[in-house]
């Protein structure tokens, strides 16, 4: 009994690697992706997961995968109920931590959170990640996208920027000028074209003037985005 189970072991390996390696169909419809417990965790802590579809739980089983299996793999597999073994990463285009550099350090995080952890304890682990491996989880366009959630400074933090970037050495920091804003993000006549289809209105072309097109006004460094325009209107805008 001992020796055929182990047999049906080495044929079940076996058969997983053939139908890996002859790139095979994703499974039949139905099959559901196995979740993290880590991530069902997560979901009673933000209502939003309840929303996720198949794909993008599979997508947040990646970084957990990667630990598995060896960051050093191209790409993360996935396990589905039905069976099948599943490479996504290149068919989704996504990256895994080991492919992004420039890491942050928890002594970066420290010197603002000096409280300890901010994020859920179901949270993966973030050490060693930029913007670009979040983003392998907070997929831009799913309900765990990152705008609207994150600080301007943990952003630009996260791609690479520093401080003085944007306050040069300024003693006492304050909320750098437009000007400043725009080498990096201008012109704002470009910022309006990019923006031209928002809804209910474009937030880069204001009818009021120069006044209204402060970038401080809406898109705060250290503080929760403000919707500048709902002071007098109803216009409701995601900001990054």
């Known amino acids: 009994m001992k020796q055929a189970s182990i047999g049906q072991v080495v044929a079940l390996v076996l058969w997983a690697a053939a139908i890996w390696?002859?790139?095979a169909a994703p499974p039949a419809s139905g099959a559901q992706d196995i979740a993290c417990s880590t991530l069902e965790t997560a979901v009673s802590q933000d209502p939003a997961l309840e929303n996720m579809s198949s794909a993008e739980r599979s997508i947040c089983q990646l970084q957990a995968l990667n630990a598995a299996f060896g960051e050093d793999r191209r790409h993360a597999l996935l396990f589905q109920s039905s069976g099948y073994l599943r490479d996504v990463g290149g068919a989704a285009g996504i990256?895994?931590?080991a492919t992004v550099a420039d890491a942050v350090t928890p002594s970066a995080c420290g010197a603002c959170h000096v409280d300890g952890a901010v994020l859920p304890d179901a949270h993966p682990p973030v050490e060693g990640m930029t913007m670009n491996g979040c983003r392998d989880c907070h997929v831009p366009g799913t309900p765990l996208a990152l705008e609207g959630r994150?600080?301007?400074?943990?952003?630009h933090y996260l791609s690479g920027?520093?401080?003085?970037t944007c306050h040069g050495n300024a003693q006492a920091p304050e909320e750098p000028e437009t000007g400043v804003c725009l080498d990096c993000h201008g012109p704002l006549e470009a910022l309006g074209a990019r923006s031209a289809d928002a809804s209910p209105t474009n937030p880069h072309s204001s009818p009021h003037g120069a006044p209204f097109a402060e970038c401080s006004l809406c898109h705060l460094q250290h503080a929760p985005q403000e919707n500048y325009c709902a002071s007098c209107h109803n216009f409701k805008f995601t900001f990054p």
């Open 150 to 155: 994150l600080h301007l400074d943990h952003t």
């Open 95 to 97: 990256k895994t931590s």
């Open 21 to 23: 390696a002859s790139a």
């Open 161 to 164: 920027l520093e401080c003085a």
